[in-house]
Each structure stands twice: as structure tokens, then as C-alpha cells.
T-cell receptor, first 114, second 115 residues
Framework: AQSVTQLGSHVSVSEGALVLLRCNYS??????LFWYVQYPNQGLQLLLK??????LVKGINGFEAEFKKSETSFHLTKPSAHMSDAAEYFC????????????FGKGTTLSVSS | EPEVTQTPSHQVTQMGQEVILRCVPI?????FYWYRQILGQKVEFLVS????????KSEIFDDQFSVERPDGSNFTLKIRSTKLEDSAMYFC?????????????FGPGTRLTVL
């Protein structure tokens, strides 16, 4: 069965610093991978997704993620953090090839200080 | 921009009571989902619904739970006899029917507190 592990429940960076949020997955088949962001009192919003093709995926708000099959990873990065990036970030994988249910990681809270 | 809405934002109930959580998916979407997040834990899939029937469900979605699309706009989750462990944030999501990997759009959630 598919699963997702997010290393680090809380990441703190300074404004302008690199953001790196880690996600590893386990899957017996090629996965569909997603990053969602949740701002306080709002629903989850899709940042980016990997399905097939180019392994470096660009998303909204300057975020990108790279699918590395050999490392079973899909880490999220942003070159320069902004205060508005403070939120909770969730990595997710489609549960199985026949369905559409998302399997989520535990989430990582990103704090950005000035 | 169209969005998924959920009501109420917070519901408090006594153990053993029935609750109905309501969602209005995006109007041209055809797949609907419920997920939940117990405080401090992962977001977990409960059920998906398409063409007026359940298409997938998790082991969490037992006989205490049911879903319904009573009219052309609402999508509801009913918990028949709530337990303390049902306390969680419940998220509704919807998507179009194009492609297995198509984006799911999430609502802001309903926080259910069972006393």
C-alpha cells in the first residue's frame, strides 16, 4: 500500500532563505504525487503535482518539487522564503492505480521569521 | 473563483448523537470526497462518491457513516451515533471527472467536537 512520510513536523526559516520540505513515499507502482498548502482557517490548496514526464515540477507561489524515483522522494523547495509562505504543507500520493483517494503525510508547519 | 464550501465551520455534539456535515462542491464537479484530520494526525481519506454511489471507501468509513447527495448541490456526511474519537476536522473535496490525477479542490473544513 502507498504511504507518505514527511520528515520534520515543523521547519523554521528566515525571510529570504531557502525552503526545503521533505517528502518520501512508498509505492509499488509509479505514483501520482501532490503538494498541498493550508493557510489558517482555509482548505487545502494544490501547490503542484507530478504525474508523468518532467521530474522537476513548478507550482504556484514560486514553489517547485523534484520527483526522484531512485530516492522515492518528492521534496518541495522555494529559493527565497516570504512571510506569506507560513502555512502547513502536506505531501500526498494517489492511493492506488484504480482509484483517486489521496494518502497524505502528517504535514509540515513552515514558520518564516523576519 | 468557484470554491467548495462547508457548513457549519464548527459543530459541538454529545456522544451518541447524530450529526450531519454539509458541503457544497464546485458546480460542474462530479467526484466528491470526505477526508478527516484528527488533531495532530494525518489527513485521512474516508469516502469518495460518483454518479450517486460510493466509489471508494476506507476502513474508517464503517456503518456509522453514510454519505448522500440529496439534491443537485449538497453533499452530506452523516455520523449516526458519534463517539469521542470522531472529534476531528472534516474536509470535503470535489473534482471534475477528467483523469485520475486531476486536482481535488478542498473546502475549509468543519471542526467536529464530540463531548
Amino acid at each position: 500500500a502507498q504511504s507518505v512520510t514527511q520528515l520534520g513536523s515543523h521547519v523554521s526559516v528566515s525571510e529570504g532563505a531557502l525552503v526545503l520540505l521533505r517528502c518520501n513515499y512508498s509505492s509499488s507502482v509509479p505514483p501520482y504525487l501532490f503538494w498541498y498548502v493550508q493557510y489558517p482557517n482555509q482548505g487545502l490548496q494544490l501547490l503542484l503535482k507530478y504525474t508523468t514526464g518532467a521530474t522537476l515540477v513548478k507550482g504556484i507561489n514560486g514553489f517547485e518539487a523534484e520527483f526522484k524515483k531512485s530516492e522515492t522522494s518528492f521534496h518541495l523547495t522555494k529559493p527565497s522564503a516570504h512571510m506569506s509562505d507560513a502555512a502547513e504543507y502536506f505531501c500526498a500520493v494517489i492511493a492506488n492505480q484504480a482509484g483517486t483517494a489521496l494518502i497524505f503525510g502528517k504535514g509540515t508547519t513552515l514558520s518564516v521569521s523576519s | 473563483e468557484p470554491e467548495v464550501t462547508q457548513t457549519p465551520s464548527h459543530q459541538v455534539t454529545q456522544m451518541g448523537q447524530e450529526v450531519i456535515l454539509r458541503c457544497v462542491p464546485i458546480s460542474n464537479h462530479l467526484y466528491f470526497y470526505w477526508y478527516r484530520q484528527i488533531l495532530g494526525q494525518k489527513v485521512e481519506f474516508l469516502v469518495s462518491f460518483y454518479n450517486n454511489e460510493i466509489s471508494e471507501k476506507s476502513e474508517i468509513f464503517d456503518d456509522q457513516f453514510s454519505v448522500e447527495r440529496p439534491d443537485g448541490s449538497n453533499f452530506t456526511l452523516k455520523i449516526r451515533s458519534t463517539k469521542l474519537e470522531d472529534s476531528a476536522m472534516y474536509f470535503c473535496a470535489s473534482r471534475t471527472d477528467r483523469g485520475q490525477n486531476n486536482e481535488q479542490f478542498f473546502g475549509p473544513g468543519t471542526r467536529l467536537t464530540v463531548l
